[in-house]
């Protein structure tokens, strides 16, 4: 057990350096102020609140604060899985890990927008609004070679932890495609 928590470590550590070699660096105070936006039914949630939810056992302040339907959930041997689906936003939470924790939230169109550090940006915008919230990651902003690919990303990795944010875009158009906010072991 010890081994395994071992390589563990160093495999995250790996990941990590490797990660800042394409990606920026954003700080627990810039996440605070990170905010999701249903533009459907005029609704704000912080994304720290999103991240530790359900609250007591009840999904009611995700419901009532953001405005979207109680997740779904499912059992297996590895926990509970609970998806929130709705147009344009996908939420993924399990409690393999111990308490529920959010896993991932992918925003693909203009029903919710993203808000940091003041800025709001929602997929149809163009990929150089990031240079306003992170100009080291703009900068940064990772290519695919040539004739691969035309979707790119510009990611920021929150400091101190496993938590990234990718900001998908076409390379053709620089529009933003989607939005991804991922834990890296939940």
Known sequence: MKNKLSLLILLTTVSV??????SGTLSVE????IQIINNQHSKTMSLGDIEYQPVNG???????SLGVTTPTCTTNEAGNNCYVE??????????RLGDYMMGSLAITNTNFTFRIKGQQIKVGDDISKLS???TDAYNKRQTVPEGQSFEHQILL??????????????????????ILV???LV
């Open 86 to 95: 709705q147009s344009g936003l996908k939420i993924y939470y399990s409690n």
């Open 182 to 184: 991922f834990q890296s």
């Open 58 to 64: 009840s999904w009611s302040q995700l419901t009532a």
């Open 17 to 22: 350096s490797k990660a800042q070699d394409i």
């Open 30 to 33: 810039d996440y605070k102020t």
């Open 157 to 178: 990795v929150l400091e101190y932890t496993d938590l990234g944010i990718s900001f998908f875009y076409d390379s053709r158009t620089n529009k933003i495609t989607e």
């Open 132 to 134: 306003l919230v992170h």
